[in-house]
């Protein structure tokens, strides 16, 4: 059976982008899924002072051995200021002084979601942008505006043409 990971890209423990993740991995038939909590990797700012220090932390290392028993790994961007949240970004500092190639060439579904009406476009463009560069196989991305207003947690998402367009995407990636 193939594995997916899965995680909101956030620190909230009411992260909306958590929820839209699962609610995406429960999509793909016959896998076992995994959500993993950024929380559960909450480490020291990365600098190379630190890891000169102290190494590298046993969490990065965790969570990179996390990625790297994925078949496919899903994430869902909060979007902070027009990028990653500053717990995605430190978790990704780390893991990359592991090796660059963060992800492993790891098939990946990048998401977004947030309550406006871009839906955290700019910074899923950004992680489009960036992890091929970090091993990541981008197969397909998704951004969901106004989660409020389109999604709720007994239905998942519940516009009938967002729905058709993540349903096709998902058809699309075979893992």
């Known amino acids: 059976m193939k594995k997916i990971i899965a995680f909101g890209a956030s620190s909230s423990k009411t992260s ?6 699962t609610y995406v991995a429960y999509q793909f038939q016959n896998a076992s899924i995994e959500i993993l909590d950024l929380n559960d990797y909450e480490m020291p700012i990365f600098s190379v002072d630190k890891e000169k220090e102290n190494g590298i932390p046993q969490l990065a290392q965790d969570f990179y051995a996390k990625l790297g028993s994925a078949d496919l790994i899903i994430i869902s961007f909060a979007e902070h200021n027009g990028a990653y949240s500053a ?58 505006p106004s989660f409020f207003d389109n999604f709720n947690s007994v239905n998942g998402i519940i516009n009938p043409d967002l729905k058709d367009q993540l349903t096709n995407i998902i058809i699309s990636i075979e893992i």
């Open 87 to 144: 717990a995605f970004k430190n978790i990704l500092d780390w893991t990359s002084r592991i090796n660059m190639k963060t992800f492993q060439e790891k098939p990946m579904l990048l998401l977004a979601t947030s309550p406006g009406p871009r839906g955290g476009s700019s910074v899923l463009e950004i992680a489009k942008g960036r992890f091929p560069f970090q091993g990541g196989v981008v197969k397909g991305s998704f951004s969901l």
């Open 16 to 21: 909306i982008n958590k929820e839209f993740a």
